[in-house]
């Protein structure tokens, strides 16, 4: 659990009262922020604090993710072992790891992993064609992430807290079946790349460094409209835009200020 909201803690607990008023009954807490152990209202002496699990450990988390049964010469495993290392014994560390390994067992995609010193200071993560499905909501703890590439994985929604890495300059994600709300708040994107004109943030007018938007679809709803367009003064390259018919009249059309993106085509 992440939630540090008092409110929401309070909601779930008049819920769970609801369910069962029995004594015997207990609930288990597992987070990565004693904020939450404050705000549950857990008392001091049931806090347990967790070890990091050893090096073998997260070795073997790595080594079942990414190669499964399959062989491994003695170069990979020494990477293996020492990126294991590196995850500094945390589980979720090695798994997402292992995951971003997963059908990637050459000597430069294992190196390129091998080189990271600092979890927290990743720049690039590429998981083009990982067998992963979600993403953890701590994912904001990556505080200087650059560029962030889900395309060609079973991701279909992100983590709202996304939308707090403020540093990110690329997101490529196709696959998604929406965005969440509040990637207005990522004003140094500069390269969206998505496939449907509906997974377009609301008030994309907001991303004014953004150069890279391949598609746009006209909506009807607040923030929507196709005057957002006329805020993204960087954009260049193709642009494909839907729903025209959702254009009131030309003063708005023209709120798009196309003739003045000489980089569009």
């Known amino acids: ?4 909201n008092i409110k929401n803690w309070e909601d779930l607990k008049g819920n769970l009262l609801g369910i069962n008023t029995s004594k015997r009954s207990c609930i288990l807490i597992t987070s990565h922020s004693e904020n939450v152990a404050l705000v549950s209202e857990t008392p001091p002496d049931h806090n347990h604090h967790l070890k990091a699990v050893i090096d073998e450990e997260c070795w073997s988390i790595i080594k079942e993710r ?11 495993e020494a990477i293996g072992r020492d990126i294991a290392h590196r995850c500094r014994g945390v589980p979720l560390v090695a798994t997402v790891i292992g995951g971003t390994m997963c059908n990637k067992w050459d000597r430069d995609e294992c190196s390129f992993i091998h080189m990271v010193r600092d979890f927290k200071g990743f720049r690039v993560l590429k998981f083009g064609s990982a067998n992963i499905g979600s993403l953890a909501e701590s994912i904001d703890k990556l505080k ?3 560029y962030f590439d889900i395309s060609r994985t079973y991701i279909r929604r992100l983590p709202k ?9 690329l997101l490529r994600c196709f ?12 004003v140094n994107l500069r390269h969206l790349y998505i496939s449907d004109g509906r997974h377009v943030p609301v008030e994309v007018g907001c991303l004014t460094s953004l150069e890279m938007l391949p ?22 390259g193709e642009l494909v835009i839907d729903g025209l018919e959702n254009v009131r009249d030309k003063e ?14």
């Open 66 to 76: 990414a190669f499964g049964n399959s062989p491994l010469s003695p170069e990979l």
């Open 161 to 169: 807290s996304i939308t707090q890495l403020y540093p990110l300059r």
């Open 215 to 236: 598609v746009f679809k006209v909506g009807i709803e607040r923030g929507r409209g196709i005057v957002e367009l006329g805020f993204l003064v960087e954009l260049r």
């Open 1 to 4: 659990m992440l939630d540090e």
């Open 252 to 265: 708005e059309a023209r709120g798009a200020r196309l003739w003045e993106k000489k980089k569009l085509y």
């Open 175 to 186: 696959e998604l079946e929406q965005l969440p709300g509040g990637m207005k708040n990522l």
């Open 144 to 146: 200087h992430l650059r």
